[in-house]
């Protein structure tokens, strides 16, 4: 880490340096997690023969998670800290990625669907507590440029994610023509034999995630403590008296949804789109989540001369742009399009993130909860993408979600991220 970005993690005499480097890991972690979920998505849509809209349960079940569990997630964390709250995500993470073995044993789509509900119960948790917590480690005026560069280390394994699970994964496959040829026993024995892929690799993850919770169990982390000398919030609802935390619950929904239908549904749609094999499409997946790294570091470079909430607003508009060129185009530039969508959604969600909780003081925690239960978009949206896909017959029109999407996100960067002036004067 460069002397620059050190400066971003020092706040009253106290260098955040570690913590800051083990609180950044996990945001690779979830970051793989989820880079995984476009892979599996086609590699399940084949092994079990389901539509498009069926196989966007992958993303239902991951982000409903979201919605049940930071409730309690935030309670953990005013319980218990931090530290207690990270350990639990890792664990539950962990166990989820276990759970794909008996999965993939029983040959049970459903079964799949419950271990991803899993680890997506334990990303919660830990998403909860480590995009607050790394705000927190360092200066205020640099939380959001600090955040933004915690998740950059989430873009670079949304590059590593597809080109790695992709050659693990979908490559074992048949072939259409193949498997066309079987005989109807043959064929669901070499479709069994798919779905078994994924064994190996979530084993791998599992074991690695109770390395990484043993590490964090014997490491100081230190306290944040809440400089405001406003009380508590009562109850989660107690923090929607913030209006920029209402829109920036609003503005998170209609992001991750919008970030989750363009990444999940991406291999599926450019080989429709750009007429282009799986693996060549994942290649490309591979170079969206590249252009999202570049994106993550190259905002958090211009945020020191253009205000957080204005470079958002640009990038949205920019989006919805591209998002027309995604709809009405042919061939290869729908591809590049939607790799250029990636580079601009980039800072999108720890720049609402942090806007969204700025100046909450003692609602920090349960406001947190809120945004991160909104991330729920991403279990609603990409369905009404799929819908859209099947009932039109061409997957290009999905698109109008995401377009939709950036219109919001539009408005919470030019007005919505305004503070009201309850937070000095009002103790409720």
């Not at 997690?33 to 892979?39: E, G, Q, S, Y």
Request: proline fraction near 3%; charged fraction near 10%.
């Amino acid at each position: 880490m460069s002397k620059k970005h050190q400066s971003l993690v020092k706040a009253h005499g106290k260098n955040y340096l570690v913590p800051f480097i083990l609180i950044t890991s996990l945001f690779f972690l979830w970051g793989f997690a989820h880079n995984l979920d476009p892979v599996l998505i086609p590699h399940l849509k084949k092994s079990f023969t389901l539509t498009t809209v069926q196989a966007t349960l992958v993303d239902t079940s991951v982000f409903i998670a979201y919605f049940i569990m930071a409730m309690p997630a935030g309670f953990i964390m005013k319980k218990y800290g931090y530290k207690a709250g990270i350990i639990t995500g890792l664990l539950l993470f962990a166990t989820g990625a276990f759970l794909f073995i008996p999965a993939a044993n029983t040959q049970q789509y459903n079964f799949f669907l419950v271990a991803l509900f899993v680890i997506a119960c334990g990303l919660t948790i830990l998403e909860t507590a480590a995009n607050p917590y790394a705000a927190s480690l360092g200066d205020p005026d640099t939380s959001t440029q600090r955040l933004n560069l915690s998740q950059s280390f989430n873009g670079l394994a949304a590059a590593l994610a597809p080109v790695i699970g992709a050659r693990i994964i979908l490559t074992k496959g048949f072939s259409d023509a193949e498997l066309n040829a079987m005989t109807d026993a043959a064929r669901k024995v070499a479709l069994a034999s798919e779905a078994s892929s994924v064994k190996l690799p979530y084993f791998i993850l599992g074991t690695i995630l109770i390395l990484i919770a043993l590490v964090f169990a014997f490491t100081h982390l230190p306290k944040i403590q809440n400089n405001d000398k406003q009380e508590a919030g009562k109850h989660i609802f107690h923090a929607f008296r913030h209006r920029h935390l209402s829109w920036g619950v609003a503005a998170q929904f209609f992001y991750v949804g919008a970030q989750v239908s363009v990444f999940s549904l991406f291999i599926l749609y450019a080989t429709k789109s750009a007429d282009i094999s799986q693996i060549k499409a994942a290649d490309y997946l591979g170079a969206c989540g590249i252009a999202f790294l570049i994106g993550r570091f190259l905002g958090t470079f211009l945020m020191k001369y253009i205000l957080p909430q204005r470079l958002l607003a640009m990038y949205a508009a920019i989006n919805i742009l591209l998002c027309t060129v995604a709809i009405a185009a042919h061939g290869m530039i729908t591809v590049y399009a939607v790799i250029a969508i990636c580079f601009f959604m980039s800072i999108m969600f720890p720049t609402i993130f942090s806007l969204g909780i700025k100046g909450l003081g003692g609602d920090t925690e349960y406001g947190s909860s809120l945004i991160i239960m909104s991330i729920v978009g991403g279990a609603i949206l990409p369905r009404v993408f799929g819908y859209i896909s099947d009932a039109s017959g061409n997957i290009q029109y999905g698109y109008i979600v995401p377009l939709i999407c950036f219109i919001v996100i539009v408005y919470f960067g030019i007005t919505g991220y305004k503070m009201n002036n309850i937070d000095e004067n009002v103790s409720l």
